[in-house]
């Protein structure tokens, strides 16, 4: 990863590409639960963030965290419905393929993420991903794209 002083070089299309320096560094030292962190489905968000509190017959029980910071306690999932969650370090990262899980949960959650702090560009393996504003849908351009 390169530093702020490095991502000067793309001027002030440096904020839409990467998080400052300072909050890298605090997702890298957050507390995170890897075995039991997870993204849950959802019929209006998709995804969701949880926290596994119980196992059992294919089954889960989940602290969900709704978009507004609120907790849902005790929802039960089939383990079909759970993602494994990659930690804070990888929150809106732009090169996707760094991040551990790579799953539709973790890609989607943060292209979600990225596009709410208006970092709409992202890069997946050399292929660039961009969020299109009007109507959310990603449109993936079919060139390589070196920055």
């Given at each position: 990863m390169s530093t702020d002083a490095e991502m000067q070089i793309y001027g002030k299309a440096a904020i839409y590409l990467r998080k400052p320096e300072r909050e890298r560094i605090e997702a890298q030292t957050a507390p995170f639960d890897s075995k039991n962190s997870?993204?849950?489905?959802?019929?209006?968000?998709l995804y969701l963030k949880g926290l596994v509190?119980?196992?059992?017959?294919?089954?889960?029980?989940?602290?969900?965290t709704k978009p507004d910071g609120?907790?849902?306690?005790?929802?039960?999932?089939?383990?079909?419905?759970?993602?494994?969650?990659?930690?804070?370090?990888?929150?809106?990262?732009?090169?996707?393929?760094?991040?551990?899980?790579?799953?539709?949960?973790?890609?989607?959650?943060?292209?979600k993420e990225r596009y709410a702090a208006w970092m709409i560009y992202v890069r997946n393996l050399h292929i660039q991903t961009h969020i299109h504003?009007?109507?959310?849908?990603?449109?993936?351009?079919?060139?390589?794209?070196?920055?």
């Open positions: 997870c993204y849950v489905t959802d019929k209006a968000e509190t119980a196992r059992g017959d294919g089954k889960c029980t989940v602290t969900v609120t907790k849902d306690e005790g929802k039960e999932f089939k383990d079909a419905d759970i993602f494994e969650m990659n930690p804070p370090k990888y929150d809106k990262i732009e090169d996707m393929a760094m991040m551990t899980y790579l799953n539709e949960a973790s890609v989607l959650y943060n292209l504003e009007h109507n959310k849908y990603t449109h993936t351009v079919l060139h390589i794209n070196e920055w």
